[in-house]
């Protein structure tokens, strides 16, 4: 959530608990509130690939494929916010102000 309102990209292989993919959705769900808040909430991103402990080719096409939105406006493709199942936390418990008071 520091991060925001700067694009954030969070890259994850479902089956790498090296990485922690689970806390991986956590911390991406929990910052969400911040980064709406912030008025960024669609640059707040994650992307989950079946597979390991390994950076391969569809990461690098993920991570290139967030910078040409955070930088050139871009579209998505489809792919990315998708969290695994479970997406309804339960780790946290707070959330934003309902608006930006600007103070």
């Given at each position: 959530a520091l991060v925001a309102p700067r694009a954030l990209l969070s890259l994850d292989g479902l089956g790498d608990q090296w990485a922690n993919p689970e806390g991986t959705k956590e911390t991406y769900l929990a910052a969400m509130p911040v980064f709406a808040f912030l008025g960024a909430g669609d640059k707040n991103l994650c992307w989950f690939r079946e597979g390991g402990h390994?950076?391969?080719?569809?990461?690098?096409?993920?991570?290139?494929?967030?910078a040409d939105f955070a930088f050139f406006g871009k579209p998505l493709p489809a792919g990315f916010n998708a969290v695994p199942a479970g997406a309804?936390?339960?780790?946290f418990s707070w959330s934003a102000p309902a608006e930006n008071s600007g103070k």
């Open positions: 390994d950076l391969v080719e569809e990461d690098w096409r993920a991570l290139l494929d967030a309804a936390s339960t780790h």
